[in-house]
């Protein structure tokens, strides 16, 4: 499998392309990494160093790929966050090149634009591109309960809700949507102390629940964006996908908790890729 990823790079730490790489590599995934900023570290630390990458030298890298001839191997476009609209336009741009080179590619995108307790966090202009434009072109999106309310305009809060907006996301094009940071007063054993995921596609809905580990860690979306593209595009299976990114990622989070690091302890985590544990059991919801 070939995954070209579109998103950002940072030196110091793990988030975006410097996130998702590693672990696609370390599951047998060939990666063409396309940058759209190159900084020092994430922007959560305040203070950081770099550029961001004008859209037109982004586009310019993936022509450069297209003159490789290899675009009709590749079997994913995969993106995150999306710092301006420009690179959404590239974005876009790509997906259509590629699909047009091998039509049974698929675009997975990860609609980061915020989450339940910052709000949102990324330009004004960015959900919007995100909701009119960059998400009916998607094949697969993976966005949080917050993000998944904010596109589809709805309040996700239990499970009827946010099986139901998962419906209002896939009615706008994607077939496939994994909602991650799923928080319910109708959980099993209570909201407390738990967080779960779900996957809704045309076959059916399936949930899982885990631990709440007692951390925020920037870049554990993009893990889990990459991880569970990778397996589905693999497999087919939602539910097999499911089990086997919720089980990579916990470990990953537990490994950084326990470490007491702030940043995603990735490398050191690598085994939980290759070798997922499958401990949290997967329940078909519908």
């Known amino acids: 499998m070939k995954i070209l990823s579109i998103q950002s790079a940072v030196a110091y730490g793990h988030v975006g392309n410097s ?21 020092s570290n994430h ?34 476009i995969l993106s995150g966050y999306q710092g301006s609209e420009g690179i959404g336009d590239v974005i876009l741009d790509a997906v259509a090149r590629v699909k047009a080179a091998n039509p049974s ?13 910052s709000g949102c966090f990324v330009a004004p202009a960015i959900p919007i591109l995100l909701r009119d434009r960059v998400v009916p072109a998607a094949d697969i999106i993976t966005p949080n309960q ?5 596109l589809t305009e709805t309040e996700p809060a239990d ?7 998962a419906d209002a996301a896939r009615a706008m094009g994607p077939d496939t949507v994994l909602v991650t940071s799923v928080e319910r007063p109708d959980a099993p054993g209570g909201r407390e102390g738990t967080i779960e995921m779900l996957v809704v596609n045309g076959e059916g ?16 979306g993009d893990v889990t964006a990459a991880l569970f593209t990778a397996h589905y595009r693999s497999s087919g299976d939602a539910a097999g996908a499911l089990a086997t990114t919720v089980s990579s990622v916990w470990d990953l989070l537990q ?22 544990r499958l401990q949290f059991d997967v329940t078909r919801v519908r």
């Open 19 to 39: 996130a998702a790489v590693f672990p696609l590599q370390r599951i047998g995934v060939e990666v063409l990494p396309v940058y759209t900023v190159n900084f």
């Open 43 to 76: 922007t959560g630390y305040g203070a950081w160093r770099g550029p961001l990458i004008a859209p037109d030298d982004v586009r310019d890298v993936i022509t450069g790929i297209e003159e490789r001839g290899v675009l009709g191997e590749i079997d994913v």
């Open 105 to 117: 590619a698929v675009y997975s995108c990860d609609p980061v634009m915020g989450n339940s307790k």
């Open 255 to 276: 490994n950084t908790y326990e470490s007491g690091q702030r940043e995603l302890q990735l490398v050191e985590s690598q085994e939980f890729y290759a070798h997922p």
């Open 146 to 150: 917050f993000e998944l309310g904010f």
């Open 159 to 165: 499970l009827d809700s946010t099986l139901a907006s």
């Open 205 to 220: 809905a399936w949930i899982v629940q885990t631990p709440r580990i007692p951390m925020k860690a920037n870049g554990s």
